[in-house]
């Protein structure tokens, strides 16, 4: 990740060094006096990073001894506030600095000379007011060229909300010192002046008017009297799209909102911690605009005439319009199981016919430009993917839930590959590639790539990644993993390099057989739609793989169980419209991270017969789903399904695709 300056021309004048961190994203450099300041986000799951920094920097007031000029002001919570003095300043900073400079992956500030791209020095900042995003930018005045940011100091009287150590400063240019901060006297909280240290706000400047915004709430702090100046005082408003806690009555506010949700109205929006807290007010012409929740809001001042769409009431809570998704804080699902949906039936029969609807190996070169651009792409992935490895799992930081796991599962990459193998305008690369894991014993004896391999992230690993990366993932190959088997002896025409691996293939397939058949529509936890959806794609691979290789052990009851588990996906496509569950990680936070389970690891033969047997349910769910979501093919971009992380899991993506490219049979255009 770097920064590139560009002149007028287009010529590169710099490059900086690789900073760490996960991204740039969403806020331009902020030029300030020769420098450009940017902003990134930890490569580590943000309350871990706030943790961490936080027990530092309460170390370092602590390891002072207290003199009669102390005073400590709180301590209690696991926090330990003190009185500000010379000694306790430069100490803080001190030791800011060095730790920043022997913990790289914690820096998150960055001045960059807009001569040559040089770091003049280490900004004291650690990272606060994110959300995991790349942090709040400074703001300054132009007349007097005075720097402002929230930064975080144990010496601060700021009341912490979530997280302690909150505060405002005034960075000096020629060292990076903070030279003044804010509160010194007296508590002030988060409904004064938002400054919460685990949610993002912006911040803005009008004259001698510091602005923070956060969550409905639009406070200003006049920096002559350092007093706080109330603008808009509403936690959860955006114009009509309220938030929890904005919603009347209840004691439990999130049943408040589910309930008022399924009346229709619009109670959380996907980006309701992103879009109206990373958005700063603006004052022209008498008049006051904030966006809010994908609005705009204008608020007159008093010589301003009201037009007539104005008035002094807020505006009524608005109709939701969505059917799928619904967001906010905690991410719930939208929809409903219809139990009046009789069961469909799929006889053995119509299961032995779609195992027997085998693609072809070979397909004609694309004519159509779309389809030729799609044709490059993947020939230039499959390229990178076999010149580059080996490679290890993909990590992904996702935010309060922390990390997860990409192409770990050999079978997965295998599949991937194989199914490449039709479009490519060339195989013979491929093939060797696959014929060498299946030298190697992927993906049966091995399941799992290993951790040591090339990072395929742009972003360097912080500790938390580092540790996760290299956790131990106990994992025996089963029936889930027997499609990617038949589809690399298939595509790649590899039969004699897959023999070997059979009797591995078949004692997969007898532990899923002993065990019955389960399947939750109600889960939102284990993934079960995930998970049915590979069992059928297993069984489909068992039964090609025992006609390949004329072994059978199981073949009889590997059809008796197929047509079931055929029956009840189609069951759940049709009669079940609740397409969002929550999913358990292992680290916590399990309400906060949600994805779209029945459209993951689908195999185009299962995504085609949905789109033949359930038309109507598949179309409405995944052209709904990409109505609503409309950035869902964007990687790296705002969270929308989710709660406090800072992207949607990458699942996402492909989910959705498999579901549109083979379910809906969508153009290349569309793709």
Known sequence: MHVYCLDPSGRLQWKSRRLPGLSLRDHAPTIWRGLAVVRTNPADGFHTVMGRNGEMLEAVQRAIPLSPEDEVLLDRWGDYLVTPTPQRRHAEYEAVTRYLRENPHDQTFFTLDLADGTEPWIAPVLYTCGLHNPATPPTFNPTTGELYTFYRTAMTHYLRGIRRYSALGRMDRGTGRIVWSWPQAGHEGWHDFPMIGDETQALSMMGPVLISNHQGELKGLRLDTARTVPIWSGRDTYGGIFGPAALPGGKDIWQQAREMAAEGYLTGMPNEWHGPDRSIAAVAGGRLFWVVGSQVVCLAGPQVPRSDTGGREPPD???????????????????????????????????????????????????EPHAQALQRRL???IGELIDGGPWAPFIVELGI?????????????????????PHLSGGDRARDYLRGLLQDGMPMTRPLFEADGRHREFYDYGPGMRAFARRPVQYEAGIEDVYGLWAAVYYADLKAAGAEQMDAVERACARFLAQPVTFDHDDDRQDAAEH????????????????????????????????PLLAERLYHEQADSRLLRHSDLGQGNMRHYAKVPRYLRLVPELSEWLGQRATESLRMHVEGLADELPLWYQAWGE?????????????LSRGLFMAMADGLGASPERL
């Open 401 to 421: 839930v922390r990390e997860e796991a990409y192409f770990r599962r050999t079978a997965e990459t295998m599949g991937i590959v194989a199914l490449a193998i």
């Open 379 to 381: 020939d230039a992935a």
């Open 317 to 367: 809570l608005i109709r939701d319009r969505r059917r799928f998704v619904i967001g906010g804080n905690m991410t719930e699902p939208r929809g409903t199981f219809d139990a009046t949906v009789p069961r469909p039936t799929v006889t053995e029969a119509e299961a032995e016919a779609l195992c027997r609807q085998v693609r072809p190996r070979h397909t004609p070169p694309p004519q």
């Open 639 to 651: 969270r929308m399904i989710g709660g406090e992380n800072y992207v949607s899991p990458p699942n």
């Open 532 to 563: 049915l959806n590979a069992q059928i794609a297993g069984l489909i691979g068992y039964l090609r793989l025992a006609d390949t290789y004329d072994r059978g052990e199981h073949v009889a009851g590997a059809r008796r169980r197929l047509a």
